[in-house]
T-cell receptor, first 115, second 110 residues
Framework: SQTIHQWPATLVQPVGSPLSLECTVE??????LYWYRQAAGRGLQLLFY??????ISSEVPQNLSASRPQDRQFILSSKKLLLSDSGFYLC??????????????FGNGTRLTVT | KQEVTQIPAALSVPEGENLVLNCSFT??????LQWFRQDPGKGLTSLLL?????REQTSGRLNASLDKSSGRSTLYIAASQPGDSATYLC?????????FGTGTRLTIIP
């Protein structure tokens, strides 16, 4: 069966510090991978998605970036965190392509607090 | 631009009651609609996925319907239990990406 791992679960970082959140998927190949952010009292905002190694699409211009160095690894990074980067970050995967039977599966999330 | 709305934002019902959660979307050009559950501080758990060609899907006490032409979906929960308390989100998929509603926070009162 497929599983998705996200770490760390919680993170407190000062303003201006770098960020690296990692997500890995097991039990499947060539998945679509996603990074979402959920701010307090707001809906899920798609940040990045990837349909293959090295292929990253950015949805929101900001100081965050994403990389996919391996097929089942997705990394969210920042060189300098802002207070507004605080939130709940969720990684997700689905079967590659437009398969209408493929649901989106989420990790357990990372709670990031920028102080 | 696709917009997804869930009303009400919060709902409290006594245990044992049947209830309906609503989801509406502005663009009917979707491949599927998915319902999720989110417990506080946790990730999202997929509940049901309805393909655009389907009218409904059932899983246990949950039944989701889809009326693509009117841009509406409902999630019916039968015989509610305290463990059903959570935030329920719907999301529509027009392509590789999903657009989420802001969710309905459901509280089941024992």
């Amino acid at each position: 069966s497929q599983t998705i791992h996200q770490w760390p679960a919680t993170l407190v970082q000062p303003v201006g510090s770098p960020l690296s959140l990692e997500c890995t998927v097991e039990g499947t190949s060539n998945p679509n991978l996603y990074w979402y952010r959920q701010a307090a009292g707001r809906g899920l905002q798609l940040l990045f998605y990837s349909v293959g190694i090295g292929q990253i699409s950015s949805e929101v211009p900001q100081n965050l970036s994403a990389s996919r160095p391996q097929d089942r690894q997705f990394i969210l990074s920042s060189k300098k965190l802002l207070l507004s980067d605080s939130g709940f970050y969720l990684c997700a995967w689905s079967v590659l392509g437009w398969n209408t039977n493929s649901p989106l599966h989420f990790g357990n999330g990372t709670r990031l607090t920028v102080t | 631009k696709q917009e997804v709305t869930q009303i009400p934002a919060a709902l409290s019902v006594p245990e044992g009651e049947n209830l309906v959660l609503n989801c509406s979307f502005t663009d009917s050009a979707i491949y599927n609609l998915q319902w999720f559950r989110q417990d506080p501080g946790k990730g999202l758990t997929s509940l049901l996925l309805i393909q655009s060609s389907q009218r409904e899907q059932t899983s246990g006490r949950l039944n989701a319907s889809l009326d693509k032409s009117s841009g509406r979906s409902t999630l019916y929960i039968a015989a509610s239990q305290p463990g059903d308390s959570a935030t329920y989100l719907c999301a529509v998929r027009p392509n590789e990406k999903l657009t989420f509603g802001t969710g309905t926070r459901l509280t089941i009162i024992p």
